[in-house]
């Protein structure tokens, strides 16, 4: 069982960053493909950005390309996702996800674990 707890989330103008921290314990960090969601008020869960375990490389919506970047510190046991250039349709509670030994999925029912949100509002 992992456990997960997401932080970094606050209120910031348009153009601004943000950096989003997932924390894990509970289980075997390098062993899980970690993915980013978010979910904004009368919207579906979507996909924001995941990073694979073992050499399983990173992937990205199309929608923040070029401006947000995952990356994992495996001495931390926690994945990040740096937010730049945002924009108000960014504006959503962000989880962060856990999928043990699996691929590079950008579908929320192929997660096992889930951490609560943070939330992150964009004002323009």
């Known amino acids: 069982q992992v456990q997960l707890v997401e932080s970094g989330g606050g209120l910031v103008q348009a153009g601004g960053s943000l950096r989003l921290s997932c924390k894990a314990s509970?289980?075997?960090?390098?062993?899980?493909?970690i993915g980013w969601f978010r979910q904004a008020p009368g919207k579906e869960r979507a996909f924001v950005a995941a990073i694979g375990y073992s050499n399983l490389g990173t992937s990205y919506a199309d929608s923040v390309k070029g401006r947000f970047t995952i990356s994992r510190d495996y001495t931390e046991n926690t994945v990040l996702l740096q937010m730049n250039m945002l924009e108000p349709e960014d504006t959503a509670v962000y989880h962060c996800?856990?999928?043990?030994?699996?691929?590079?999925?950008?579908?929320?029912?192929?997660?096992?674990?889930w951490g609560q949100g943070t939330q992150v509002t964009v004002s323009s």
């Open positions: 509970g289980g075997t960090f390098s062993f899980y493909t």
């Open positions: 996800a856990a999928r043990r030994r699996g691929g590079l999925t950008t579908s929320p029912p192929l997660y096992d674990f």
